[in-house]
């Protein structure tokens, strides 16, 4: 069995658009890739570790990940269940118009400064739009343009998204933190037992992870359940079944919650999304 499949979603000039999943069964280092192209890749299901020198970065639906060209990078799985991500590529002159100065390296050819920054829960919902819609056949190409350039645009602004600044001893902290909640989406987790996983004390790990992700654990681990739940709604005809096995203690919880982040109800992305019918 391959360890990666890739559909195609969208290829025109502007946009280049594919659907990349992993089974995961290379757990250790994987040999060193490099990418073609500068690219943005967010993952909407599972986690992985990408090992570029000595940065490692967890990669998961809180996240997007930048690829620049040429760069050489590995990857690994610490965590069964493998991973799927939407890999998104734009015209270059766009890309240079659409990021901030301050995130570009200087010079040609165009790269970005950091591995990877947090995305927010409308930004999200657009990548689950473009997902469902393309896999579909139900988004037109202009659309599919449209709401690609409105993701990159949104998952570089400084109000809608976020680049963690720390040392490697507090980012590594956080990111065994991260492993610990995305190990286990519906466990409803105590403090203390996520304490205990990462090896330091309850308060100490809630400073630093504000600190590093300027959001506070619970919130965290709340948008991973609900960046699944993007991804499953396709499959669920019964939602109240889908919070519960999110983690979520009632149908009105997780309704609440997924209205609170992405402005509709579950039922009203699955239409909007034509994911069931009216």
């Known amino acids: 069995m391959s360890q990666f499949s890739t559909a195609p979603l969208l290829k025109t000039k502007m946009v280049t658009i594919r659907d990349i999943v992993c089974n995961g069964e290379c757990r250790h280092k994987s040999d ?9 890749v967010y993952p909407y299901r599972g986690v992985f570790m990408r090992h570029v020198g000595r ?16 760069q050489g990078y590995r990857i690994s799985h610490p965590i069964e ?4 991500c939407i890999d998104l590529a734009i015209d270059e002159s766009m890309l240079e118009e659409l990021t901030p100065k301050e995130q570009a390296q200087p010079g040609p050819p165009f790269s970005f400064r950091r591995q990877r920054r947090r995305i927010d829960p409308r930004a999200q919902a657009l990548v689950a739009l473009l997902r469902h ?16 350039l409105t993701l990159v645009r949104r998952s570089l602004g400084e109000r809608t998204s976020h680049a963690a600044g720390a040392s490697a001893g507090r980012q590594k902290l956080v990111d065994r ?12 987790w105590t403090l203390s037992e996520i304490a205990a996983e990462v ?3 309850p308060v100490y790990l809630t400073q630093v992870f504000q600190q590093v992700e300027a959001t506070p654990l619970y919130r965290y681990q709340l948008r991973l359940r ?15 079944a889908l919070g519960l096995d ?30 069931r019918r009216r």
């Open 32 to 40: 060193e890739e490099c990418a073609h192209r500068t690219s943005l």
């Open 133 to 148: 819609g393309l896999s579909r056949n139900v988004a037109e190409t202009l659309e599919a343009e449209i709401l690609a």
């Open 226 to 240: 609900l960046a699944r739940a993007l991804d499953l709604l396709g499959q669920y005809e019964d939602l109240t």
């Open 246 to 275: 999110l983690g979520f203690s009632s149908h009105s919880h997780f309704s609440a919650s997924f209205k609170q982040s992405f402005g509709q109800t579950p039922a009203e992305f699955q239409r909007a999304a034509q994911l």
């Open 177 to 188: 933190a991260k492993l610990v909640l995305s190990s286990d989406l519906a466990r409803r």
């Open 199 to 201: 090896g330091v004390s």
């Open 81 to 84: 269940g493998g991973d799927a």
């Open 55 to 70: 940065n490692d970065t967890v990669a998961e639906a809180n996240q997007v990940l930048f690829f620049n060209a040429g």
